[in-house]
């Protein structure tokens, strides 16, 4: 199978990784293979949830720019999409900061916030409620925009939810 590698070399524009799947998402004073800056992240391989069970969706931002003070300024939209028919989409519980618009479908939600901060690469996640969410499909699509020079990027991802 090819194997599509990111080149993550250009040290002058805003990058994001890729959407990763996790089954949990906690901070942690750990060492080991799924643990990223302080944060054990414990992948969900096979992009399939139960319905009973909370999904976190986890990424990482680079090259963020400082301004004089040395703080990073950035937005972080999320659009949750269901690909069923009449479906509810997933309830965020954690993992976001300050909220700066909600838009809530019928079978989509946009969510919106502003970050700040003192470090170039950063990284963030968000905890979902599959609750009542009917079985099928699911997308997440995560924009990032650097707010001191406007330069974006984004990435989805498709998911599972069974009964």
């Given at each position: 199978q090819e194997l599509y590698l990111a080149d993550y070399s250009g040290r002058d524009q805003l990058l994001m990784s890729d959407i990763e799947l996790a089954f949990w998402v906690a901070p942690t004073q750990e060492s080991g293979p799924f643990v990223k800056r302080g944060l054990k992240v414990i992948p969900m391989a096979s992009k399939s949830f139960r319905k009973n069970q909370n999904a976190f969706v986890f990424f990482e931002i680079y090259n963020l720019n400082r301004d004089n003070f040395g703080q990073t300024k950035y937005r972080v939209d999320y659009l949750f999409r269901t690909h069923e028919k009449g479906a509810v989409p997933v309830k965020i519980l954690r993992?976001?900061?300050?909220?700066?618009?909600?838009?809530?479908k019928?079978?989509?939600?946009?969510?919106?916030?502003?970050?700040?901060?003192?470090?170039?690469?950063?990284?963030?996640?968000?905890?979902?409620d599959l609750q009542d969410v009917a079985p099928g499909q699911q997308q997440v699509r995560i924009d990032v925009t650097d707010l001191l020079t406007n330069q974006s990027v984004h990435k989805e991802i498709v998911f599972g939810i069974n009964p």
């Open positions: 993992g976001v900061g300050r909220f700066l618009r909600v838009k809530d019928t079978k989509e939600i946009e969510i919106s916030y502003e970050q700040t901060g003192d470090v170039a690469d950063d990284m963030a996640y968000v905890e979902l």
